[in-house]
């Protein structure tokens, strides 16, 4: 009787928790995935209003073939056809096995709007193709620091996982009645904090700041490749040039408790790893994604998701292949009729083609850039970024071995010495057998 008077009353511990909503990081989650990692990747639903079954399917096969689990499914509150476009996403992807959840963007969504946000959990949830981490449906933000998941939680009759986007690191520790259960963060470039852009390189120094305060809860930790955007309300280039292998190694050391690359789809700044979509809605960004495509992004990609999900420190190699991508013009040329001008930034990039080989055995690189002379570069095995000095002109790579040539081809874009617009973004291929 005495065991079974103290097992209700934990339980009635338990219940005023839920309640009153904890005054720290909620804890305690279980569930048989509890020792499993994920990576999800961050999807702007805000652009693909005409979107159709078809659409969600392809771009989710796409993310499954690389070992992505999931969508955070960046929403706005004005959007009339979010709606239907949620619908959308979790029907396909229970039709294919994948899985979804929502991003609140606060950029549209304010504290004022938890009933509308409850409902959406409480509708998506329980969902078959829900996200779900140790038990609980996750939810996540894009800002939205001050808002209180408490209330969502307690109106939400299936346990939710709230992952929000928290700016401050040390947020985290005065989280206060906000009910978050972790942090995501957004720094995922080189970077004082915000959007201040400094030389780099790309450190972890965000991300350690973020675990420590988390103090064993779960932090999402951003990986992005690239950060351009040429918009009237923003006009920068964060330098990140050996980013897309660098943050991978980063994270292979840290081994965060989930990963979230930034980005699927956000064609207008540049991070989008899925492919160029027919169907989504052009906010303007198609005037430097359009004939830039990143596909062999995921090439790169894939190995590292495989060892991070291992455990291992270091990606394995099974296909031998050179990923490069480069800008399409040097960072000098002017574009007199580009009305915003050159953006922020673009002083500290170097004028660089990058490559990086996967490979099985140590080999030997050449590159020859435009009208510049071949450079020959040694490479161990394994994925390695090399670069060379950027040269107007056609783009040729190539890898040999004990003095036979293994992997040869062109570039798919020529770097010109003139442009319309000054353009940013990168044109990302690759070579194989």
Known sequence: MIWKSLVRLAALAVSIILTLGHPTLDVGFSGPESQNKYVFAHFMVGIVENYQLSDWIADMTAAQAIGIDAFALNCASIDKYTPTQLALAYRAAQQVNFKVFISFDFAYWSNGDTAKITAYMQQYANHPAQMQYKGAAIVSTFVGDSFNWGPVKQGTSHPICALPHLQDPAEVSSNGGRSADGAFSWYAWPTDGGNSIIKGPMTTIWDDRYVKNLAGNPYMAPVSPWFATHFNSKNWV????????????????????????????????????????????????????????????????????????????????????????????????????????????????????????????????????????????????????????????????????????????????????????????????????
């Open 238 to 433: 964060f330098i990140c040039e050996n980013l897309p292998t660098l943050r991978w190694e980063q994270m292979l050391a840290l081994q965060p408790s989930l990963i979230e690359i930034i980005s699927w789809n956000d064609y207008g700044e540049s991070h989008y790893i899925g492919p160029f979509s027919a169907n989504h809605s052009d906010d303007g960004s198609s005037q430097w994604a359009t004939g830039m495509p990143h596909d062999a992004w995921r090439d790169l990609y894939k190995p590292y998701i495989a060892a991070y999900k291992s455990g291992a420190t270091k990606p394995t190699i099974d296909k031998e292949q050179i990923v490069y991508w480069y800008r399409p013009t040097p960072k000098g040329v002017s574009c007199p009729e580009d009305r915003l001008g050159a953006p922020n930034g673009i002083n500290m990039l170097s004028d660089s083609i990058f490559v990086a080989t996967l490979l099985t055995s140590p080999a030997t690189l050449t590159v020859a850039s435009g009208s510049n002379g071949p450079v020959s570069i040694d490479v161990p095995a394994g994925i390695v970024t090399s670069n060379v000095t950027m040269g107007v002109g056609p783009q040729t790579f190539s890898v040999s071995r004990n003095g036979q040539t293994i992997l040869n081809g062109k570039g798919g874009l020529p770097v010109q010495d003139h442009s319309k617009y000054y353009n940013f973004n990168v044109y990302v291929g690759s070579i194989t057998n």
